[in-house]
């Protein structure tokens, strides 16, 4: 095990507990998605792994030893451990190329050049060697912070919403990169998210917060198949949620429909078609079931009545 919370106690007002005896194992070459809407203790919980925070109670430990926070370090953050945060923390005196090979030695200049290189090429940045962190967007800013906590490689990667300021093309791209150089490289990778569309392919587990509390960690599929509560199913996208009441009413064996579960079928549920609209890879039908409305998705245009298989 690479690391382990145990029985994690953090607030940061006495009266308003965020983490209440957390637990969370993280193992070497895992990518574990941290998922949950905003204000769950996301980036909270990144900075106390990395040891920016002091917490109440528990432990943390890294590589079976325990980590002690600010109280227990001199220069903040863990030495294994690289942190990516949503300030992203760049010399602004320095290029892009300086601030990608910060921590990188001068000793051998050329192998550092390549270096800058290839990273600079995993976040798509090759052709911004030379320009000042002032003159580039927050998304390029991001990921120059990402090439730089790449530099030298640390056991554990902590990314808190990596892809939040990249344009759609952007963040397939890099994506791709980073995480094929996580897996190649067998880094360690805890990656926070409010989209877990986003990392889904990825993630070997998917860690659910609700207001603090860690709801749901399981395998993508499995959190796919049967998320813990709506909360959960509402992270993996546009769902369909029948109230107990409605899954009686309509015989259905579960809570929660994506989309593309719901088919249309030769026969079954009876369906009225209240608008059928264009979306790229596929029609998104807004349908009628005895008075509650569904979206389904279809490959072809739909209209008037017609049944569903669920
Ligand atoms: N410095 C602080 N002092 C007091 N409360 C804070 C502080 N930072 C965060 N909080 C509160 O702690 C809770 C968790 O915040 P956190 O930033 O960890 O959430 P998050 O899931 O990362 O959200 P986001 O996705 O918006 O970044 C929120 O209710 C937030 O208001």
């Given amino acids: 095990m690479l690391l382990e919370v145990k029985n994690l106690y953090f607030n940061y007002q006495a009266d308003k507990p965020l983490f209440q005896n957390l637990n969370l194992n993280v193992d070497k070459g895992q990518i574990i998605a ?20 002091d917490w109440q109670s528990g432990d943390i430990l890294f590589e079976g030893e325990k980590l002690f926070g600010p109280k227990g370090n ?42 800058v290189e290839e990273l600079l090429d995993v976040v798509g940045l ?14 390029q800013q991001q990921r120059v912070a990402i090439a730089r906590a790449l530099a030298i490689l640390p056991k554990m990667l902590l990314l808190d ?61 499995e959190t796919y198949e049967n998320p813990y509560n709506d909360y ?10 029948f109230s107990e009441d409605e899954k009686m009413h309509f015989g259905l064996p579960k809570k929660h429909y994506f989309p593309h579960q719901i088919k249309i079928a030769e026969n079954g549920v009876e369906a009225s078609v209240l608008e059928s609209l264009f979306a790229g890879s596929h029609y998104r039908n807004k349908l009628l079931i005895d008075g509650k409305s569904i979206i389904v998705y279809s490959e072809y245009r739909v209209s008037g009545q017609l049944f569903l298989e669920f």
């Fill in 161 to 221: 919403e990596p892809f939040s300021n990249l344009d759609f093309s952007r963040k397939f791209e890099l994506r791709d990169k980073l995480f094929n150089y996580v897996k190649d490289n067998y880094l360690s990778l805890v990656i926070s998210t409010h989209d877990l569309e986003e990392v889904l392919p990825w993630a070997d587990k998917i860690v659910v917060l609700q207001n603090g509390r860690l709801i749901q960690n399981d395998s993508p599929k």
């Fill in 126 to 139: 090759t052709d911004f060697a030379k320009v000042l962190p002032k003159n580039l967007s927050g998304g």
């Fill in 34 to 53: 941290l998922a949950g809407e905003s204000g769950c203790g996301k980036s909270t919980l990144l900075s106390l792994i990395y040891g920016l925070m």
């Fill in 74 to 115: 001199l220069v903040p953050g863990e030495s294994q451990m690289k942190f990516v945060a949503q300030n992203y923390d760049l010399m602004p005196y320095g290029t892009v190329y300086d601030n990608v090979g910060k921590y990188i030695s001068n000793i051998n200049l050329k192998s550092k050049k390549e270096k």
């Fill in 232 to 241: 959960v199913a509402k992270l993996l996208g546009e769902v369909n949620i």
